[in-house]
Each structure stands twice: as C-alpha cells, then as structure tokens.
C-alpha cells in the first residue's frame, strides 16, 4: 500500500500544498489559496484543503504533513560585525544562508545614529559578530552593551569572538540572547553553520506566531524551516544525490519573486582558468544571494530605474508614457498577476532583467592586478562558468510560455568577459514549484525526495 506526504508552503501571497505518493515518487495532486496571514491563516489553508480535496475526490492518509513558511516576506534581520570585508560578511552569509530577509549591516563601533537606524528599520532578529576567537573583543562588548541598552526587544544571537561571551551575555541580561559558536573564528576561516542553525530555530518559533501560522498548527506536523532554507536544501540533495543515486553535480538554482530574486549555488566556485588566483574571503559551497532590489513587484520601479526606459522598451515592446503607468501599478498593486499580453510582456522584461542582474551579482568576477612581480588575474568569488545544471523556479518561470529564454538571460555574454557567469548548462524548469517540497521531504525520507526531485524535473517541459 502506497504511503503519502503533504508538503506545505505558507508563502506570503499563497499557501501552497502538495500531496506525493513517496512511493512512486510523484506529486498525487497540486492546490494552492490565500495566505491570509493577516487575519486567519487557516482561511487560506481550508481553501487549499478544500481545493485539493476537490481535485483528488477525497484525501489519502498522510505519512508526513511538513510545512515551510516565507508568510509576509520571510522575518528581517540586521547583521554587525567588526570589519566590513571579513566578520560582517561572514555573518552575512549566515543570515542569508538561513532563509533571512537582511534589511541592514553595520560595522565597527555602532553610535547613536547607528542605533537609530536600527530601531527605525524594526528588525525580527539582530546577528552580533566580531572578532576572531582570541583577538579583538572591545567593538564586539561596546556594540553590545549599545544594543543591550536600547529599546529593541528582538532576539538577538551572538556569533563573535568567544573571549567575549560573559560580557556580551551581561550586556543582554534583560534580552533575548543566543549565544553561538563565531563565525569566524579564526582569521579567514568560516564556521557559519551554527549561526544558520541558531537564525533557523528563531525564524521557525518566531514565524510561526508573528505570523500567525500557529493557528494552522492542526493541519501539519512540523514548520521545519524558512522557505528559502527549504529550497537550499532541495537543491543540494539534488546537487549531491542520495547514498547509492547520484545527483546532478554542481548546480544553481534561481528564484524571481515580487519581492526578492534569490540564487543559490552548490559548488566550490574555485578558479577554473589556470594562473587565476583567489581573492576574499573563501567561499562556501553551498550559497544563498537574495536580492532586495529586485522583486519584481515591489521593486519593478527600481529595475526600471536600474535599466533605464529604453532598454525596458526594447524588452517588452511597450512605448511611451504606457510603460511607466503599468510599472507603477505593478508597485502599489503588488499581488496582480499579468493577464493581457502586453502585462506578461512587461512581466518577461522585468524578470529578465532581475535574472540577469542577480545573477551576475551571484556570481564572481575576475580582473587584471599589478603586483610586484607583474600582472596577476585576480577572481573575487565564485567561479560558476562551468556549472553543468541551472533550475529556474518560482511563479514567472512555471507560467512563461518560455522559460528557457527568460533564463539564457542569466548566462556568460561576451559584453561582459569579466563576468563568471555559466557557459552553457543545461538549464531545467521547476514547473510545478516542487524544491520546496524535495527540501521539506528530505529531512525524514530523503530518498522519496530525490526520486521525486529528479523525476519531476528532468521530465518537466
């Protein structure tokens, strides 16, 4: 007898649903409704339940009913660090890794005004970084005692210099503090893993009841983890594969949302030229970019202004006054969805250029050095020219008559050599907004979810 799973994403237009047979690793049935996170989320839910109900003629009995949730735009974070280029970028990529929306960075000494800016931009969580274990500790204990000081009533997780912990721990007395391992804890060496892990616990019991979600509780088992996260760990199961099943190797996936366009990249990005040598901080493997600027609702105005008029015309073919009333609309109506085909013309443009923009700010970039021993090539960041696999997901994709197009915007062109932005991968649609569910799914059967990742998307047209 064939066993079932309900995978849920609580997103911040629609709760989405899907229903597999893990057995025959296949998605049984599809349904999605309102999220509603501002009055009752379980209206949106009873829809999708309902609709999904519909579809089928009666529900099977679920194995696993698992949740993830980005409800009204996924919870803001503010990272502080010592130095820009090293603990602030390191407890970067901790945030964004675990499915946080970053709002603000700060570095150094914070002052008064720092502290406004803070309190102004009302952050759900706030990561404290600084110094390598051992080294520096008077930034990390003075910008505590600031925050510990202030009026802010977040969380607030420690991820600095360990030498530093019983100040920092009496500076927040009367707050929320986790204390975790540093991010960095030796110079130029990451550990951001348990700053991931401590971000993820706060964002899940956080969500679950600044959002609302808590009042679903009864249809599913578990909120595991951030939507975002959910998607990460979809693709790296794909990347990796599963004991015995290989996987497709080093990958990438994109994103393009109303609000953010997110990339995530599985692969070393080591140089692939030889004589190239590496620059900055190393990266990691698996990594998350999320572009704030470029949603393709909230943000349609920025990409245009980012662009420029014409280019955004020679996109779409719209003229005149025409482009800059329908992109305005788009910003105050945020939740609209293209209907006539001038409005998914303009939805082509628009993802197209926020593709190519985030991925070009994913990816790393080379240039020419002089140094005393004469002209060096010089890359900051990720190699991903070779990447073999590139999976476009999210609402844009699945709807586009032609999606392989919208994402040939976001490969290597010769306009902009210094770009390593991939060749030529084979590129593979997320038609039916499944990652989510793979990344869900492999955390309590991680074989259904591959089969189910590979044979949904290597058949997806």
Sequence with gaps: ?????????????????????????????????????????????????????????SLPPFKYRLASSSAAGGLKMITIGLIKELTVEAAKRAALGAGAKLVGIFANKLNSTDLKQIIDLNPDIILLAGGTDGGDSQVVIHNAKKLGESS???????????????????????????????????????????????????FINRIIHAKGIDKAKSQFDHLLMPTPSAVME?????????????????LLVI???????????????????????????????????????????????TILETIGVDELVSL?????????????YLSNNPDS?????????????????????????????????????????AQDGKDLTQIKTLIGT?????????????????????????????????ILIDRDYILFACGLLSQVDPKAAFNLAIEHLTNSK
């Design 1 to 57: 007898m064939s066993e079932f799973a309900l995978l849920i994403d609580f997103g911040s237009t629609y709760t989405k649903l899907r229903a597999i047979n893990l057995d025959e690793a296949k998605i049984l049935g599809s349904s999605q409704g309102p999220s509603t996170v501002t009055s009752d989320i379980n209206v949106g839910m009873e829809q999708a339940l309902n609709s999904l109900k519909n579809s089928l003629g």
């Design 152 to 202: 802010l009533d977040c969380p607030f997780i420690y991820a600095g210099n360990r030498s530093a912990v019983d100040e920092v721990n009496h500076a927040f007395v009367h707050k929320n503090l986790v204390v975790t391992e540093n991010v960095m804890p030796v110079f130029n060496i990451l550990n951001i893993e348990p700053a991931r892990a401590a971000i993820r616990d706060i």
């Design 234 to 250: 979809g693709a790296r199961l794909i990347a990796e594969g599963y004991n015995d099943s290989t996987g497709l190797g080093e």
């Design 255 to 301: 994103d393009p949302g109303g609000a953010t366009t997110d990339v995530h990249s599985i692969a070393t990005g080591n140089p692939s030229a030889q004589g190239v040598i590496q620059r900055g901080l190393p990266e990691t493997r698996v990594k998350r970019t999320v572009e704030g600027d470029l949603g393709m609702r909230h943000n349609a105005v």
């Design 316 to 328: 779409s073919n719209i003229h005149g006054e025409k482009i800059i009333e329908m992109i305005n």
């Design 337 to 377: 969805v293209p209907q006539s085909p001038e409005e998914i013309a303009l939805d082509s443009a628009l993802a197209s250029t926020a593709l190519k923009i985030a991925m070009k700010r994913h990816c790393g970039s080379v240039e020419v050095v002089y140094t005393a021993t004469g002209p060096v090539t």
């Design 394 to 426: 999210g609402g844009v994709i699945a709807h586009s008559k032609d999606p392989i197009s919208l994402l040939k915007f976001t490969l290597s062109s010769s306009d902009e050599p210094n770009s390593l932005r991939p060749i030529s991968p084979q």
